[in-house]
Nanobody
């Protein structure tokens, strides 16, 4: 496994979760110098960008629905990126995926990414 997302679960509205994505092997070595992104896919919907972080953590970007509630960070030494999700809402329910950008920065489109991990499910009940 090259990218492994974890930390998903079932929570209630207003709760918090922190997702982690650990990169290993060749993907791990690549990810340390590349941007990383988080995407999500809700049932019956297309996968959408959640947020991204540059190779050194100096730049982050978020989708409008999560801005102010979600925070991305990374630990390059551990080849791990995190997604802190606060004030969760039922509409945040989805499978969350992490991905390695093709560049040092994190784009907002699927084609900006070269490697994808298996997702982790987040369920938010009202």
């Amino acid at each position: 496994v090259q990218l492994q997302a974890s930390g998903g679960g079932s929570v209630q509205t207003g709760d918090s979760l922190r997702l982690s994505c650990a990169a290993s092997g060749r993907t791990g070595r690549t990810s340390s110098n590349n941007g990383m992104g988080w995407f999500r896919q809700a049932p019956g919907k297309e996968r959408e960008f959640v947020g991204g972080i540059s190779w050194n953590g100096g730049s982050t970007g978020y989708a409008d629905p999560v801005r102010g509630r979600f925070t991305i960070s990374r630990d390059r030494a551990k080849n791990t990126v995190y997604l802190q999700m606060n004030s969760l809402k039922p509409e945040d329910r989805a499978v969350y995926y992490c991905a390695v950008s093709r560049s040092s920065y994190a784009g907002r489109n699927d084609y900006d990414y070269t490697a994808w991990g298996r997702g982790t499910l987040v369920t938010v009940s009202s």
